[in-house]
Structure formats: structure tokens, C-alpha cells
């Protein structure tokens, strides 16, 4: 199982979901921008957290932050800060590529459609390329190279609310995938978002609900 980040921040239960992974064996993981922003305690900082958002917003994201670091056990902290920025991995045969975001950052933005050919030029050294941070599922095979973003089990911004998590064969070829959608309990989450004192707790739920950030924010 590879897990490309963003695990903790925005829910009721970190701290569970980090000990849940833990648990996992032959697990790989990436790190995505909120464990950054929890690891090295950027909530207290002037700079460094996603510009196109959380500037607009920074109170509640920083409370919502700082409530999450609180809330994880130190060797769950300790274990987030063990993750890597991207892996290199050669599965089946196949040279695979994974990051939150980019080699570059974890908040680089790759797109739906990969039209430009020029951009998958500079994405030819592996067979497989998975990326996260958009929270928006995609497949993409662009010259012989596949690009795959899995979507997100907790927070999905595709208009989608059911999770989202992807299923390769990287012994067939071509490479087979399949997006997979799984319905949970919404509402329990909303009770637990409630129960627990989630700081910005409306605002996550508004965008659970409709799978968007396209909302209004006060």
C-alpha cells in the first residue's frame, strides 16, 4: 500500500488514523503538505502555508492545526516526521514515482488533464507517476507513461463525497488501475467533528457534504 499524505488535519481522529497506518505492514508513505504544516508547527508561523487558500482563511486552518498537533501522541508526531518528501520504488518490474505533490513541492498542483506533451516530457524517467494534494481522482497515460492521482479517502474535492482510493496491477500490460469509491457514514463524522471540538468544524463539514472547496467561507 502506498498512502500519498495528507492523513491528519481537517477531522475528528488523527491521532486514530495514524495508529491505524502504523499498524499496517509493507506500507510506504509520502509526506503531504498538512503533516508539514503540523510537523514543523507552521501554524505559529507568518509564512509557509498554502498561499492560494489558507491566507484567505488562516484562523480557523491554523486553529484546526494546532488542535491536531495537540491531539497526536509524540510517536505518532514522530512517525509523521519519518516520511518522506517522495519515493523512487521499482514494483514489478515498473520504476514508479510517488509524491504529495511534485519533486519539487508538496504543493504543486498537477492537472486533471495532462494535455501538454512538453509536461510529460519532463515526467519520463519512471512508468508510473502517483500524485495527491488536489484530493481529485484522475488516470492519464501520456506517451507510455501513466499518471494517477487516487483521489482521497477523507476528504474527496472531486464533487464526489464517497472516498476514493485506486487499485493498480503493475504485472499486466499494459498497467491495469481501477478508481474505487466506497460509501461511509457522513454523518457520523459530522457527529464526531461536533463531539470532539474540532476547531473550523462548520466549514470542513460544508465541504464534506459537497465534496468542493468551491464555497463561501466566512
Known amino acids: 500500500m502506498i498512502v500519498l499524505g495528507d492523513v491528519v488535519s481537517l477531522g ?13 505492514q509493507e506500507t510506504r508513505f509520502v509526506s503531504g503538505n498538512n503533516e508539514r504544516y503540523i510537523v514543523e508547527r507552521l501554524y505559529d508561523a507568518a509564512e509557509g502555508i498554502h498561499k492560494d487558500l489558507y491566507e484567505k482563511i488562516p484562523a480557523g ?8 498537533r495537540d491531539n497526536l501522541l509524540d510517536e505518532s508526531i514522530e512517525f509523521l516526521m519519518n516520511w518522506p518528501c517522495w519515493l523512487e520504488m521499482d514494483i514489478a518490474g515498473r520504476k514508479v514515482f510517488a509524491a504529495h505533490g511534485s519533486r519539487h513541492s508538496d504543493e504543486d498542483v498537477i492537472p486533471r488533464k495532462i494535455r501538454n506533451e512538453n509536461f510529460a516530457q519532463e515526467w519520463r524517467e519512471h512508468d508510473v507517476y502517483m500524485f495527491g494534494h488536489t484530493h481529485q481522482p484522475f488516470v492519464e497515460r501520456v506517451n507510455g507513461t501513466l499518471f494517477l492521482n487516487p483521489g482521497s ?19 499486466k500490460d499494459p498497467i491495469e488501475i481501477e478508481i474505487r469509491r466506497v460509501e461511509y457514514d457522513l454523518e457520523e463524522t459530522v457527529r464526531q467533528m ?16 459537497r465534496a468542493s472547496l468551491h464555497l463561501r467561507i466566512s
Do not use: F, K
Open 12 to 24: 475528528p481522529n488523527p491521532n486514530e488514523c495514524v495508529t491505524r497506518l502504523r499498524s499496517r
Open 61 to 68: 486552518i491554523r486553529d484546526n492545526l494546532r488542535w491536531t
Open 153 to 171: 479517502v477523507g476528504a474527496p474535492l472531486d464533487g464526489d463525497i464517497r472516498a476514493s482510493y485506486a487499485i493498480l496491477d503493475l504485472s
Open 194 to 209: 461536533t463531539s470532539s471540538g474540532v476547531p473550523w468544524a462548520d466549514e470542513i463539514v460544508a465541504v464534506l457534504r
